[in-house]
């Protein structure tokens, strides 16, 4: 479907967080002020290779957290990526149950003076929902989505990393992952559209927007400082932050 669709996304309380700085190793070392208190739970979205996974490592590993990794293991994406039909539906609800079941058996209570870090959020889920599948599969779909997202825990931060679609193409080059690479053009802007949309009108809790069209962070260390000590500072509501680049982030 066309990412124009209306998307009818849930609506949550808002939380005024900060994060406890931590040290980079060999480089830096920033203290905050004892006020702002480290978000239990911390979501790092974003489109194909524009970083999520990677940043949401290096978050957990500096704050001690516990690492909840989107699912990987879907057997029906690569039969996506080479449109078999069908295969959409399938590829969707596999990642919905299987998000779900993870993120149901996240006891926030249990990990009271331990921070959770994801790298998806779980209303993530329509976005693809809605560009991929047909409307009767669409029906389909919202029923299982409504049934489940109740359970779902919310989280304190949501940080989303913008990528243009050139740039995410250049890292879907150099990754050089097979199936990633049946991914057309058009497709990916399409994505990137659905996304930007998405996170416009997302306010179920605090959000930092993080352009990383001019960085690497994955590579460059310099750049991964940056996007750290942003995140060093508190959010509230919705923030922007756009990163100078180290270097071309080719």
């Known amino acids: 479907m066309n990412a124009e669709w209306a998307l009818s996304f849930i609506v949550h309380h808002s939380y005024s967080i900060g994060i406890h700085t931590w040290s980079v190793q060999g480089a830096y070392e920033v203290s905050s002020p004892p006020q702002h208190e480290t978000p239990r739970f911390i979501a790092v979205e974003g489109p194909i290779r524009v970083g999520k996974s990677s940043l949401a490592e ?12 989107d699912p990987e293991d879907n057997p029906f994406l690569e039969g996506f990526y080479r449109e078999r039909p069908g295969a959409a539906f399938q590829a969707q609800l596999y990642f919905l149950i299987e998000r779900y079941k993870q993120l149901r058996d ?33 029906r389909l779909y919202n029923d299982y989505y409504e049934l489940l997202r109740e359970e779902i825990p919310i ?6 990393l913008q990528a243009r679609p ?9 990754k050089n992952v097979p199936m990633e690479n049946h991914i057309s053009d058009e497709y990916l802007k399409e994505v990137v559209k659905a996304y930007e949309h998405f996170f416009f009108h997302y306010d179920s809790t605090n959000l930092l927007v993080i352009d990383t069209s001019e960085i690497d962070f994955v590579d460059r260390n310099e750049d991964l400082e ?6 060093s500072e508190p959010v509230k509501g919705t923030q922007y932050f756009l990163p100078l680049g180290s270097a071309s982030a080719d």
């Open 58 to 69: 290096v978050l957990a590993e500096r704050l001690r957290a516990l690492h909840l990794r």
């Open 106 to 138: 996240l006891d926030l209570a249990a990990t009271a003076n331990r921070t959770v870090v994801s790298d998806y959020v779980f209303e993530k889920d329509k976005i693809f929902a809605y560009l991929n599948l047909s409307d009767a599969e669409l």
């Open 155 to 160: 989280p304190d931060l949501v940080v989303y």
């Open 166 to 174: 050139e740039t995410l193409r250049r890292r879907i080059a150099k």
């Open 226 to 231: 940056q996007v750290l000590r942003r995140l």
